[in-house]
């Protein structure tokens, strides 16, 4: 069985790779500095967690479930320990795309991230249609990429990354540049930002008198259906009205270089404020 110590194992993050992990082919050794955060993986898992040295000795993949602005602490002290050929494997492209790794020729490092179960899906096990992160019961994409290590090692990367964020469907292949662009870029500044407002826009429509059940319900239903024809999820087109609403709101609503926030100089700042 490949060993695997798991950096974090007691957080949020942690605790949803370490159910699937102890369910799947590998040997995992969790690290965990919080009291309470040790509880929960003995509770969880039946596993002690163990000092980070002790997790470190023969492993050959170190998962890094930590928070973006703890990565590059916590990478910087254990790196320099690793036998070479180590694959360190790192949840989100923040760090590494802003340079917190430290350098070292002879590991590998790869990066993965969910995609989350998509909104369009065939799911109807009630358990799956509950699960909007991943990784419990509903399926999802995922997306990897292998910063540096030898070819080979993506497929144990990868292999791991499906174990974690299982059940899994499609697994692509990014550049870490391309992961970076996709989040914070497409999924946080722009995706999350136009959701709040969004939900901006309902509170105000409740403010002016609109019932909050009716403005939700209103609101939740026409993102489905609109979604389904902006995606060509359904073969569907807007109404004449529609698409006269959509020019006068982008003229109003966005700024019109509003797209520069994917030139690379806004994807680093972007990049440098969460990390």
């Known amino acids: 069985m490949t060993t695997v110590a798991l950096f974090g194992a007691g957080g949020k993050m942690g605790m949803r790779l370490g159910r699937n992990l102890v369910a799947s082919p590998y040997d995992v050794r969790p690290v ?73 020729a002879d590991i590998t490092y790869f990066i993965t991230h969910p995609c ?24 999802q994409h995922i997306v990897n990429a292998l910063m540096q290590g030898p070819e080979a090692h993506y497929a144990l990367g990868e292999a791991l990354a499906r174990a974690i964020w299982a059940p899994v469907m499609r697994s692509h292949r990014v550049t870490v540049d391309q992961m970076a662009i996709l989040e914070p870029g497409l999924s946080e500044t722009v995706c999350a930002t136009l959701l709040d407002a969004m939900r901006e826009a309902m509170e105000e429509a409740i403010r002016r008198g609109v019932p909050r059940e009716a403005a939700r319900d209103f609101l939740l239903g026409h993102m489905n259906i609109l979604a389904a024809v902006t995606f060509k999820e359904v073969d569907g087109v807007f109404s004449d009205a529609c698409n006269k609403a959509i020019v006068f709101g982008k003229d109003t609503i966005l700024k019109p270089d509003w797209l520069r926030l994917f030139e690379p100089e806004e994807i680093v700042a972007s990049v440098r404020r969460i990390t």
């Open 32 to 104: 965990e500095v919080s009291p309470a955060g040790q509880e929960r993986v003995k509770a969880a898992f039946g596993l002690e967690c163990l000092p980070a040295d002790k997790a470190l000795a023969g492993a050959e993949i170190v998962v890094l479930a930590v928070p973006d602005t703890a990565v590059g602490a916590v990478a910087s002290a254990i790196v320099p320990t690793l036998a070479p050929g180590t694959i360190v494997v790192i949840l989100d492209a923040a760090a590494p795309h802003a340079g917190h790794l430290p350098e070292r």
């Open 116 to 139: 989350h179960p998509p909104i369009f899906n065939d799911e109807t096990d009630p358990a799956a249609m509950a699960d909007r992160f991943g990784g419990v019961a509903a399926k």
